[in-house]
């Protein structure tokens, strides 16, 4: 029997982040709320207080932490937190009026963030069972923020490109916001957090932030009085576990794959273009609800600023906005676009209304965000792989895409218009019971012949922005279509605050709508309850042959015994090397080498073979690096040195790792056998590299 306890460590280290996060994303909130008197905030509720502070520190410290980092140091970003750190003490040690008390019947809201908080750690740690574990399938997303958490650890502001060292650090170029807090909580936590655990710790406080958000806007935004608040409010965090339609494509898939065909992804959303649920955001990329709950707290704060009169108030709001919107830039620049054209189309009605106050906060908070927002824009520059930043499209429908091409219809305009045709089917598969309740909404609202609020006209144009840019637009940086898959985030939240509607007006529908309404309400609680269950036995499903393999998972049915060695080896190198330290292994890759990337905490010289350079640095330097790698880790059927010299004397490398998988590893000749390793299991080995080095080329 193994003597590790992989799973029981995961989830003890997860715990001890959860219980960290709180001083970066609900004391610097409490703190500056308090300051500034946001929302009246000092003649609050604790429960009010403790719900805004939440979203607003998410929203606010990443800006803060980037500015301080850059512009500072680590030191000055440390010191920022421990001014509001005790700044929150001294505040919250003053008698209160109103006192300290949570309101009745808070059992509910209770249970659900306990519920969410066991979901998520189980979902996300590594499943162990006897001499095999299993991480999750969303590891293929989170194993490279976990890389990005380490290096900003390492390296500070601005980070490393962890997956290329061409003999120096080259600026990270990503939207890493968020997980700056999550290098902040692994920092603070040491040996006990390590950077996957502080990801996890991160993803359980994104989800409440959002809950927090879902409530507030209930409070601040479209408030119907203190009656209904409460089941509104609890109604809306409850909506936010459920999804489209996806699980009935999925059942069919299943189908496929009992009849012996491929049919099942790791992910239900893969299915189709994506149009992702909350649930699956929070588990696989919860850096863009961090970004949406940026962008969707500058709005509240924005929304409140003309009822203020003095000018100081005024400025405070803006300024607390604008730091709000550079950190959803930072968090997910793709939301952030989506909502600077709802600001800009907002501001345009304001003033087509005027509204010449609303226009001229909107405004404000527009440039104060691009102010605080620029310096970090100015470091993606640089040249890079990929393709332009995005690009006008008509959203596919899968189905409808494999029908026309199978029969070669193809053609420019063909597929486009059948796609088009194809958007109602398509989007109602995709959001279900939203739509409906959104259509139902609509139709009553219209029946009443009474003009849209001014929030309710918010939402919709919110809601159109959202949904005309992921049908007409997509990213094509890379192959993922962020943008059409994350910025649809703004217009299922706004179908959500519809949806609470139209349950809060139940017994009013007719009875067949409710059946409707009831039927498309449960298959999205279980698309998402299946979501989160395929994450989690994917890779299991994989090794005992009910799925199909994955090649970031394993070339065969033993990825549970290969991930459990590789995690062995990343433990060992944790270890025994220096937090700096580049530990290389075979760029020569199918998709991604995900066990290496999450268990090695290390820098790499080079991750595959573009050295990942679309994460920072220039492409070009990147052919020799392989090259030179290419000496160790020769292609099947060429022989491998004898030894790592050549390597090791070429490249700063510290350790040299093999796996079973590598051609060199059944060279019997090679250096995988002839040298002595550090470490070594049934399928990894490594091997050190520091004492062959040249002075000269020491770090």
């Not at 968020?178 to 996890?200: D, E, F, S």
């Not at 809060?504 to 309850?529: E, H, K, M, N, Y």
């Amino acid at each position: 029997m193994p003597t590790h306890a992989f799973m029981l460590a995961d989830m003890e280290g997860s715990l001890v982040a959860v219980c960290l996060f709180p001083l970066f994303v609900l004391a610097p909130g409490y703190a500056i709320a308090w300051l500034t008197d946001l929302f009246e905030f000092r003649r609050r509720t604790l429960a009010f207080r403790l719900t805004l502070s939440i979203p607003l520190s998410i929203a606010l410290c990443p800006a803060l932490t980037y500015l301080a980092g850059r512009f500072g140091s680590m030191t000055a970003v440390w010191c920022l937190y421990a001014v509001t750190w005790v700044y929150a003490l001294v505040v919250t040690a003053r008698p209160l009026r109103p006192p300290i008390s949570l309101p009745p019947k808070s059992y509910s809201v209770l249970a659900i963030l306990a519920v969410w908080t066991a979901v998520a750690i189980l979902s996300l740690v590594d499943l162990q069972i006897g001499d095999r574990a299993y991480f999750p399938a969303a590891a293929f997303d989170y194993s490279v923020r976990t890389q990005f958490i380490h290096a900003i650890g390492v390296s500070g502001i601005p980070p490393g490109n962890p997956f290329f060292f061409p003999g120096h650090p080259v600026p990270l170029r990503y939207h890493y916001f968020w997980l700056l807090l999550c290098a902040l909580v692994n920092l603070a936590g040491g040996a006990a957090v390590g950077p996957r655990h502080a990801w996890i710790g991160g993803t359980v406080w994104c989800g409440i932030g959002l809950m927090a958000l879902v409530a507030l806007y209930f409070r601040l935004f479209c408030y119907r009085g203190p009656a209904s608040f409460r089941r509104r409010a609890i109604t809306g965090v409850l909506l936010l576990g459920v999804t489209g339609l996806d699980i009935l494509p999925t059942a069919i898939l299943w189908a496929l794959q009992a009849a012996g065909m491929r049919g099942v992804f790791a992910s239900m959303e893969w299915w189709n273009e994506q149009v992702d649920g909350f649930v699956y955001t929070a588990l696989w990329e919860s850096h863009y609800l961090s970004g949406l709950i940026a962008c969707l707290m500058a709005l509240l704060v924005l929304w409140d600023v003309p009822r203020h009169a003095t000018t100081g108030a005024r400025v405070r709001q803006v300024l607390i906005a604008g730091l709000a919107l550079a950190s959803a830039g930072g968090a997910s620049i793709y939301l952030g676009f989506v909502f600077a054209v709802f600001l800009l189309l907002w501001t345009a009605i304001a003033l087509a209304r005027r509204w010449w106050r609303e226009a001229a906060v909107v405004a404000g908070a527009g440039l104060a965000g691009l102010a605080f927002f620029l310096p970090y824009a100015v470091s993606l520059r640089g040249p890079a792989l990929g393709g332009p930043l995005m690009q006008f499209w008509m959203r596919p429908f899968y189905p409808v895409d494999a029908l026309f091409k199978g029969q070669h219809l193809g053609h420019a305009w063909v597929l486009p218009l059948a796609n088009l045709l194809a958007l109602p089917l398509n989007y109602f598969l995709e959001l279900g019971f939203f739509l409906a309740a959104a259509l139902l909404w609509w139709k009553k609202h219209r029946a009443g012949r009474q003009p849209l609020t001014r929030a309710e006209t918010a939402t919709a144009l919110m809601i159109a922005t959202s949904v005309a840019i992921c049908t007409f637009l997509r990213s094509s940086v890379i192959g993922n279509n962020d943008l059409g898959w994350r910025g649809f985030l703004f217009a299922q939240f706004g179908l959500l605050l519809w949806a609470v509607d139209i349950l809060g007006d139940w017994r009013s529908t007719a009875r067949d709508q409710r059946v409707f309404l009831t039927v498309l309400l449960v298959l999205g609680a279980v698309g998402s309850a299946y979501e989160v269950a395929i994450n989690r036995f994917y890779p299991l499903l994989a090794d005992h042959g009910t799925v199909a393999t994955l090649s970031w998972l394993s070339p065969d049915r033993q990825a549970g015994k290969r991930i459990f060695a590789q995690r062995e080896a990343g433990e060992w190198a944790a270890r025994a090397t220096p937090a700096n330290a580049i530990v290389q292994f075979n760029p020569h890759v199918v998709s991604q080498d995900t066990s290496a990337y999450l268990y090695s905490d290390r820098q790499m010289v080079a991750a595959d073979e573009t050295c990942l350079s679309t994460f920072g640095g220039n492409p070009a330097l990147c052919p020799a690096l392989i090259a030179a790698l290419d000496g160790v880790y020769p292609p099947a059927g060429q022989a491998a040195p004898p030894t790592l010299d050549g390597v090791c004397r070429a490249l700063p490398i510290d350790v040299v790792g093999a796996l079973d998988t590598d051609p060199a590893w059944k060279d019997r000749q090679s250096w995988v056998w002839r040298e002595a390793p550090v470490f070594a299991n049934r399928y990894v080995r490594l091997f050190r590299c520091a004492d062959r080095r040249p002075v000269a080329q020491a770090r």
